[in-house]
């Protein structure tokens, strides 16, 4: 959410960043034998009922040992978090988004847990590999994935039965064809009803192309891949169908998302692509809405690129500098092992990082979960943007010239070209 006040954050404190590796004498400090507890810092980004739960678990740690007393905080502007670690007095634990894990712990902010990892011997093969893709680099692992969050398409079932169609679509062709006839426009060009955004998540149909952003073995970015050549023409031809004029009119008058007012408890939007925590608001604003969940369709002809996503992150993590790393350690696998991270995602409805956690009967009553669960349980194409120093700036450039490609600002081609000029200089630095 605030992905550009961290990105100029990191920039005007780089040079902190790495004196921090210097100046932390007391990681490896170990506990006073005086037989007092010692006190974790833990800030958390997590607010309102999230915020309660995350404290039920705080309490549940520590009331089942007497060496340990975790101090939990909610804390969501991220920014504070990197000044505490710059200016010397981070907390012992905190939260972050995945996107947020590399450009942080490859510039000096975070803790590298393989360490902690082999000594402790977390199965980190129980990992959902999207999910721990977004926490490592080159080897070396800085965070730990706690919840997860991916796309799905959500339908209407009425209106689409009013169009003819006996269930969702399948294939991109079969998407575009779905939208075009699920859309209402007047005669004066107007519209009433939408069969799906067009300016949807380029990352998740790029991999509906079975399209990449980086090349690991080149070590180069690769958005002129087909892939994303391929989502980008498919935004692009549904955006021009419409024309911006009338989509922005249509957006104005839309009500705000998560909502009872949202487009596609309205009915505004026929098709939608959102994520698990859905169906908990359509649960609460919009309970006769009769709805339902498929994978996000793929490119015709290419069955190997079925069930594709595109996935993100919570993590947890140890700030560079932390006064106890050994007892946060304790704490973080405590609470990323399967008990824990079942019980805290399930009271928020997000998708737990473990393998084996994806059919714990916990999630049963939660509204839309055994979609998403079979979809993680049985999809090799769910994948994370690369983890990579330079990602939030990659990510950024991405989308500042999708919404200009879309506009007819810019071309394909020319648009590929900026992020390349733009993006490449930063891929040089690193080597």
């Not at 005086?34 to 309490?59: C, H, N, Q, R, S």
């Not at 006996?166 to 069969?195: A, C, F, H, Q, W």
Request: proline share 6%; net charge negative; glycine share 8%.
């Amino acid at each position: 959410m605030k992905k550009r006040l961290i990105i100029s954050t990191i920039l005007l404190f780089a040079s902190l960043l790495l004196t921090i590796a210097g100046c932390s004498k007391e990681e490896g400090k170990p506990v006073s034998g005086d037989g007092k507890k010692v006190t974790l810092e833990f800030w958390y980004g997590w607010t309102g009922p999230e915020g309660e739960a995350m404290e039920k678990l705080i309490k549940k740690f520590n009331d089942s040992q007497d060496r340990i007393f975790v101090k939990g905080l909610s804390q969501s502007d991220y920014q504070k978090q990197l000044t505490a670690i710059t200016g010397g007095n981070p907390p012992d634990i905190a939260s972050q988004f995945g996107n947020s894990v590399v450009p942080w712990g490859t510039k000096g902010a975070m803790i590298q847990l393989d360490e902690y990892i082999s000594k402790s011997k977390m199965d980190m093969d129980d990992f959902i590999p999207a999910a721990l893709d977004t926490v490592q680099y080159e080897g070396k692992t800085y965070a730990i994935p706690l919840a997860m969050h991916v796309l799905m398409l959500f339908y209407n079932k009425d209106i689409l039965a009013e169009a003819g169609f006996d269930g969702p679509p399948e294939t991109m062709s079969e998407l575009k064809d779905y939208i075009n006839k699920l859309s209402i426009v007047k005669d004066d060009g107007r519209l009433e009803r939408l069969g799906l955004w067009p300016g949807v998540d380029p990352y998740t149909i790029t991999y509906s192309y079975g399209g990449k952003y980086w090349d690991d073995e080149k070590k180069e970015i690769t958005p002129d891949n087909p892939g994303f050549i391929s989502a980008l023409q498919f935004s692009k031809d549904i955006w021009d169908e419409y024309g911006s004029e009338n989509l922005d009119r249509f957006a104005s008058g839309l009500g705000q998302g998560l909502t009872a007012q949202d487009p596609f408890f309205t009915g505004k939007y026929a098709m939608a692509l959102n994520g698990e925590w859905l169906p908990t608001f359509i649960e609460r604003y919009a309970p006769n809405l009769n709805y339902g969940i498929a994978p996000v369709p793929y490119e015709d002809g290419h069955p190997e690129y079925a069930n594709p996503g595109s996935a993100d992150t919570s993590v947890l993590y140890i700030p560079k500098g932390a006064k106890h790393p050994e007892e946060s350690w304790e704490f973080l696998s405590w609470f990323t092992a399967k008990e824990q991270m079942v019980e805290f995602t399930a009271a928020l409805g997000n998708l737990p990082t473990l393998k084996s956690a994806l059919e714990d009967p916990a999630y049963d009553n939660i509204p839309g979960f055994k979609e998403f669960l079979d979809y993680l349980n049985t999809s090799n194409n769910i994948h994370s943007f690369p983890a990579l120093p330079f990602m939030n700036e990659y990510r950024d450039k991405i989308s500042k010239e999708y919404d200009a490609i879309l506009r007819g600002k810019t071309s394909i081609d020319d648009a590929i070209e900026s992020i390349k000029a733009e993006i490449e200089p930063l891929v040089n630095k690193e080597e």
